[in-house]
T-cell receptor, first 110, second 115 residues
Framework: SQKIEQNSEALNIQEGKTATLTCNYT??????LQWYRQDPGRGPVFLLL?????KEKRKERLKVTFDTTLKQSLFHITASQPADSATYLC?????????FGAGTRLTVKP | DTGVSQDPRHKITKRGQNVTFRCDPI?????LYWYRQTLGQGPEFLTY????????KSRLLSDRFSAERPKGSFSTLEIQRTEQGDSAMYLC?????????????FGPGTRLTVL
């Protein structure tokens, strides 16, 4: 069966450290993968997209890697801040529809 | 505000009633998506439109759910004979598909509570 798994429900780190979130998938061959941020009571907000032929993409303090052999994407936030506390969702594009993982709730402590 | 809007933001209904939600996407976007999200889960794909054509519908979606996008602009999602298991946040998103990218812009959602 098809699955998208994000490494843990919750991740707690200290301010200034690098947060690393994992997204693993099985039985999918996505054309691209996206990462979204979701705050409580709000809709997700797009952060980054990485295509199957790209290994790494960066945007400010964010970095995403995509390994289609391992079927895994890593999402890094460097120099984390309390304002980065949120739930982060990975999403796989399958034709017209997007499949989301359950998300990882990140808490950055001052 | 030129983002995606949804109406109503909250809906409480009794089991067995019909409900209808509206989504107004970003005006130049040609794709519109509906998702359902329950606590602790990611958004679950329901259906999507490209312009006015409904191109895909989740196999998980029962016949009680129907969506329309009559003029390729706003969309409605109707749930007939609501059940308690329908209680969730219903999210709408829109995107402009170009070069295979599909960055989705989400609305604030409609929270449905079925008593």
């Amino acid at each position: 069966s098809q699955k998208i798994e994000q490494n843990s429900e919750a991740l707690n780190i200290q301010e200034g450290k690098t947060a690393t979130l994992t997204c693993n998938y099985t039985n999918y061959s996505p054309a691209y993968l996206q990462w979204y941020r979701q705050d409580p009571g709000r809709g997700p907000v797009f952060l980054l997209l990485i295509r199957e032929n790209e290994k790494e993409k960066r945007k400010e303090r964010l970095k995403v890697t995509f390994d289609t052999t391992l079927k895994q994407s890593l999402f890094h936030i460097t120099a984390s801040q309390p304002a980065d506390s949120a739930t982060y969702l990975c999403a796989l594009a399958l034709g017209g529809d997007m499949r989301f993982g359950a998300g990882t709730r990140l808490t950055v402590k001052p | 505000d030129t983002g995606v809007s949804q109406d109503p933001r909250h809906k409480i209904t009794k089991r067995g009633q019909n409900v209808t939600f509206r989504c107004d996407p970003i005006s130049e976007h040609n794709r519109l998506y509906w998702y359902r999200q329950t606590l602790g889960q990611g958004p679950e794909f329901l259906t999507y439109f490209q312009n006015e054509a409904q191109l895909e519908k989740s196999r998980l979606l029962s016949d009680r759910f129907s969506a329309e996008r009559p003029k390729g602009s706003f969309s409605t999602l109707e749930i007939q004979r609501t059940e308690q298991g329908d209680s969730a946040m219903y999210l709408c998103a829109s995107s402009l598909v170009a070069s295979g990218e599909d960055e989705q812009f989400f609305g604030p959602g409609t929270r449905l509570t079925v008593l």
